[in-house]
Every structure is written in structure tokens, then in C-alpha cells.
């Protein structure tokens, strides 16, 4: 059986070509079932349907992936907020999975590199990374199944982005946190930042954070201001004895 | 391993009694952890607390069951409507996630029973039957995981419950449907109605739909009426090439 799957996915890849590939290190881990990918980028504008003359493009799979980011989310905040009640679960859940930040995420993937449509890129609305993303995250519950779904939220969306402090607003910026900390100890602070494409198909920036001549935390995110975030967090928590 | 899971099970078996035995039959497979599907049947007027001061009631749970139910619902529509455009398959899953609608389920299914409070049974508000559905559900992905979720609700919801035809409001009542094609056709037909414990906890009623004096459907539910309209809507398929 696994020969005869090799021969097939070897025969998908070469005929997907980039595609197979890009989405290979995109997802983390081998699309199965590549069709499904290729509708979660496909925009209506194509006006591509299927036999029976069902329509075939992203629109059903962001409605699904909607749904399954919904859950995986919810089970997160319940495990990681086991003091947070009913209310705040709900709103937290509203911030992590808001138009904005799906937005963010699907920028920050570069996830329109993919999209097939019969419009200019420039004249897609604004909300098309988030839709794509969403669209993204069902097609992998159609190829793999919840648990891969789980996965591939948890990596791509909770482990970078989700923060309950700053989400709660306790901590609007960790930096500043840090920058106030140094000047009230007199400490002298330099976020070294440089790009390190690494072997990611984004670009990526990493950030080294000296303090007073030691590197206290380093990190690399998708951008400078995100890496520098990134860094300081560390920092702080590294230091968290001290600061007060 | 599962000799000592057979005695751990074995002692709280016998702690929890009747609990675990009712909980047993109504989700259709063996709970592993009781405490959560405690959890999800005590009520915050009890007011317990953990060791760290959390509150232990249902509503935490209610928030992870409602959505799990939304993912499971929208991965059943995606697959059964293939021509429900995104508009169509977000409507369709309100209706069916519907206070109303889950309300009935919990009533059915007579979860109340089970329900721990510090206030009589009548003082409830008429949603607590749809809320404490909704944290059974969250108990048993907490307990068993996704898998297990997906086929409760398929069982105790879709199965029974989801009728995309019912539920488009094009067919109001199957029952009515067939009626009127037996009048229509000059055909006798009687509706044979009787209690049926069977082994199931809840009472349930059993009908044959004699048409011509042949037995033509039979099934199984919660009510008379939804017997009815059950048997009706089998013999409405059975007979399909004959009704127009």
C-alpha cells in the first residue's frame, strides 16, 4: 500500500510541481490529497464547477475551516485559562479568531501567492488572507482529519500569535515593558536585528536582545517589530525576578 | 494496562453507582473520566470550588461543547449539501445549534435528571436542557477526544434530529405528505402506535404504518408525533417512485 501511496504523491508532485512542495514546508507535513488545497485557493472568479455543476472554489472550505478554528481555539482557552469563565472564554476566543488578526496570518503565510483568479491581485478585498487562511485550515480537516488540523493551528496560529496577557490587555507591549525597566535601572539595552531567511520560504527576522553587553533572549518572527516583541518577552520572563 | 484500568473503572463504577451505569447507556460507550461529566451536570448555585478557587459547574463546559457541536454540524453539512453555497451552510447550522433545537435534545434525552443544584428543579430557566447538552458534549471531548464527539452527535443529533429537508422548510411534515397521497389513491392507511421501553433509559414509542394492510415502516422515538413523522418519512422514501 505505502508503494503504491510514494508512486501516487511522487506522480502528484511532479504534475503539482511548486505547489506540492511550497505547501509541503507551508503545512509541515505531507498534503494528502492535493485537490482539496488546489480549491482552498481557487477564487470564485475562475468560475470553475464541477460535474454536477457544483461550484468550485475557496467559499465552502472557509465556512469549514471557520468552524474547526473555532473549536481548536475554544479547546485551547479552556485549558490554558482554567480560572476564565463562560463570558470571558467567549470574548477571548472572538479576539484570537477576528477578522483582523486571520488577516494577519493569512499576510504573514503570503498565502495569495497560491490564489488562482481571474481578477488582479491588487483588487481582491481586504479580507482575503483571512479567507484564504480559513479556507486553508478546512482543507486540511478534509485531507487529514482533526487531529492534523489541531496541529497545524496550534504551530500556526496559538504558538506565535496567541498571547493571553497581551490579548487581555494586561501587557500591551512586552518591549516597552523592557525599555522602562532598563531606564529606571540604568541599564544600557541594544535590540540587535537582522534578516535570516533561514529555511523558510518567508522571509523572517531574528533579534538578538544585549543587555548591559549580555545577550539576554534571542528571536526570530515574521517581522522586525514582531521579533523584537518576540525577544522581549523572553526577556522578561527570564528576568521576571527582577522586574517589578 | 487494561487490568488495571478494568479495576480503576471497576471502583468508580461502584463509587459513582447508577452514575456511571446511566451515563453508560446514554452516550453509547464506556466514560473514562466520571469527574468531567460531573462537572457537566453540577450547577454554580452548589458553588464548588477547586483547590485553586475555580469554580467547578457546567458552564465553562458549555462554552467547549457549543463549539465542538459547531464543528461537527458544519464537517456533516459540508459533506451532505455539496451544492450549499457558504450563506446557505451557516443558516442551516444555526437552525440546527438553535436554543430551541438543543433545548429539545437535552429534554429528550431527560438530562435534567442528573443535574446537582441548590435550587428546585422548576426554577431552572427553560435553556438549561440545551445547556446542559451543550457540556456533555464538552465533557466527552474533554474525556474521550474529537472522535468520540463527532460520533455522539452524529448519533444523538444528526441521525435523529437533522432532516436538511425538514429543515429548508421544504417538507413541513412527512406525515401530512403521505396522508395525502393516500386519500389521493383511495388507500387505507392506520398509524399503529404502542410504548416500547426496550432497553433504553428514556420511555420511547414505536409505530407501524399499515398502508393496505401491509406493514410498509416502522420506527422508533422520544414521542408519538416524532414516531410518526419518522415512520412516515421511511415510507415517503420506500414509496417514492409512487408519490409524485
Known amino acids: ?131 484564504i487562511f480559513e479556507a486553508l485550515v478546512g482543507a486540511i480537516y478534509l485531507d487529514r482529519g482533526y487531529k492534523y488540523c489541531n496541529k497545524f493551528i496550534y504551530y500556526r496560529v496559538i504558538e506565535p500569535y496567541v498571547d493571553i496577557e497581551t490579548l487581555e490587555g494586561r501587557v500591551i507591549s512586552y518591549k516597552s515593558l523592557l525599555i522602562e525597566w532598563c531606564q529606571k535601572k540604568k541599564k544600557e539595552f541594544n535590540y540587535q536585528v537582522y534578516e535570516d531567511t533561514g529555511n523558510d520560504e518567508l522571509k523572517h527576522f531574528a533579534v538578538k536582545l544585549w543587555i548591559d553587553k549580555k545577550v539576554i533572549a534571542k528571536a526570530r518572527a515574521t517581522s522586525k517589530k514582531k521579533a523584537e516583541e518576540k525577544a522581549s518577552k523572553r526577556a522578561y520572563y527570564a528576568l521576571q525576578n527582577k522586574i517589578d
Open 1 to 131: 500500500m505505502s508503494v503504491i501511496r510514494n508512486i501516487l504523491n511522487s506522480r502528484s508532485s511532479s504534475k503539482g510541481g511548486n505547489f506540492f512542495d511550497s505547501l509541503h514546508k507551508l503545512l509541515g507535513f505531507r498534503p494528502k490529497n492535493i485537490s482539496v488545497y488546489e480549491r482552498a485557493f481557487t477564487h470564485r472568479s475562475l468560475n470553475v464547477k464541477d460535474k454536477e455543476g457544483n461550484a468550485i472554489n475557496y467559499e465552502r472550505l472557509e465556512f469549514l475551516g471557520d468552524a474547526m478554528l473555532g473549536s481548536v481555539i475554544a479547546s485551547h482557552l479552556y485549558m490554558e485559562v482554567p480560572d476564565g469563565d463562560e463570558g470571558y472564554l467567549t470574548k477571548m476566543r472572538s479576539k484570537i479568531v477576528s477578522r483582523k488578526h486571520l488577516n494577519e496570518l493569512g499576510k504573514d503565510m503570503n498565502l495569495i501567492r497560491f490564489v488562482k483568479s481571474n481578477i488582479p491581485n491588487d483588487q481582491f478585498g481586504v479580507n482575503i488572507h483571512g479567507n
